[in-house]
């Protein structure tokens, strides 16, 4: 099992660009977030999906959107970056009705606007 | 609001020794709570839970204390190790699916 897996690992863009973030996991979980870190603050909740087909915002949503269309896979969106959406970006995954929130992660993806 | 905090944002120990590192959480009615492992390059990695109607659970060289009345969680590393070296995050869930996680705390282990 490869877990979970980002695409891709680095990127900058410039101010106004879009681009798309996918996540995938290989272990069948109904759940996947999306968070971003950054210094002192932890990890924030931007979006999250209990399910193919459904997806619904989390504690910091302003300017991303995301989709799941298909189980294994959840795409986060910015469809006009902004300086302020430098970030580490993570996604994590676990499974409903396990009896633990554990929640598995990728190894991030590092966003630079400018 | 909710929240989870850090006491210390930064702790230095000795390899060999014991590690203890604090959390504070304001929600009472979070049931479960989760510490996190994250290494420099890394996603956070899951150490150890426990449940709101524990008071303390034990892993591998790591013990983890709950106390509801003060709403206090601490994780206890034995024997502390180079490797233990990473930032960890404790985290509350309130049994749905969103998990609050505080700022971290970052471990240095000295040879």
């Known amino acids: 099992n490869a877990g979970v897996t980002q695409t891709p690992k680095f990127r900058v863009l410039k101010t106004g660009q879009s681009m798309t973030l996918l996540c995938a996991q290989d272990?069948?979980?109904?759940?996947m977030y999306w968070y971003r870190q950054d210094p002192g603050m932890g990890l924030r909740l931007i979006h999250y999906?209990?399910?193919?087909?459904?997806?619904a915002k989390g504690e910091v949503p302003d300017g991303y959107n995301v989709s799941r269309l298909k189980k294994q896979n959840f795409l986060l969106g910015l469809e006009s970056a902004a300086p302020s959406q430098t970030s580490v970006y993570f996604c994590?995954?676990?499974?409903?009705?396990?009896?633990?929130?554990?929640?598995?992660f990728g190894p991030g993806t590092r966003l630079t606007v400018t | 609001g909710e929240s989870v905090g850090l006491h210390l944002p930064t702790l230095s120990v000795q390899e060999g020794d014991n590690s203890i590192i604090n959390c504070a959480y304001s929600?009472?009615?979070?049931?479960?709570f989760i510490w996190y492992k994250q290494e420099s390059g890394k996603g956070p990695q899951f150490i150890i839970d426990?449940?709101?109607?524990?008071d303390k659970r034990q892993g591998q060289r790591v013990t983890v204390l709950l106390n509801k009345t003060v709403k206090h969680l601490s994780l206890q590393i034995a024997a502390t190790q180079p490797g233990d070296s990473a930032v960890y995050y404790c985290?509350?869930?309130?049994?749905?699916?969103?998990?609050?996680f505080g700022a971290g705390t970052r471990l240095f282990v000295k040879a």
């Open positions: 999906s209990v399910g193919e087909g459904t997806t």
């Open positions: 985290a509350e869930n309130t049994g749905g699916f969103k998990t609050i």
């Open positions: 426990i449940r709101s109607n524990m």
């Open positions: 994590a995954s676990n499974p409903y009705g396990a009896g633990s929130y554990e929640q598995y």
């Open positions: 929600n009472s009615a979070s049931d479960y």
């Open positions: 272990m069948n979980h109904e759940y």
